[in-house]
């Protein structure tokens, strides 16, 4: 399970970029983990590490140093799951990951919160395409809430099982209550050669 977010907007970096780019700062076990993933409607990179609670203590600043040498806007962000999911397709490649990035006004985190862990995640986890779902909460920054989706093919988001549960009488509800809201699809990272 990934507990550490590293975000690079306006970069493009692949698997072995990043490999090269942090190896005299993080161990090799780490790098060897990194998921990858490049934005599709923008310039961006989004990499997932395991880092124990200790890598993430100890050398926090070192890596956010070492990142923002490759990215000035750069930010390394411990995250923490607290729900992960297999989806209907577990088990399959999956070629895209889909992010929604968000605030929640206080008086609806709770309601929030039921419907992510009860209805939300469980529904898009269920729908034909989906391989894994995965919920964190950064609790020290914003947005406070991710939900990272697993996709088999880009036509899993927007299909109509996926619309129906997006749809329901309580998405409805709280949907209004979030802010700083911010929805990504990724294309996971192939490694190709001669990016950075």
Known sequence: MKNGLI??????????GLRRSLAATLPAEVLSSA?????????????????????????????????????PGAQVIAVQCTLDLPGRSFGNKAAWHYVVETDVRPEAEDDFNAWYGTEHMPGLAAVPGTIQTWRYIDSLGSPKYY???????????GSDPWLAVRGSDWS???????????????????????EE
Do not use: W
Not at 7 to 16: E, H, V
Not at 149 to 155: N, P
Not at 172 to 194: A, E, H, L, Q
């Open 35 to 71: 998921d990858v993933q490049h934005a599709v409607a923008h310039v961006e990179t989004y990499v997932y590490l395991q880092l124990d609670a200790a890598g993430i203590e100890g050398q926090g600043k070192k890596l956010q140093t070492a990142c923002r040498l490759l990215c």
């Open 147 to 157: 939900a990272a989706y697993d996709l088999e093919t880009l036509e899993t988001f």
């Open 7 to 16: 975000k690079f907007p306006g970069l493009r970096l692949t698997t072995d």
């Open 172 to 194: 409805s509800r709280v949907r209004p209550n979030f802010f700083n809201t911010k929805r990504t699809m990724f294309k996971k990272d192939g490694g190709s050669p001669g």
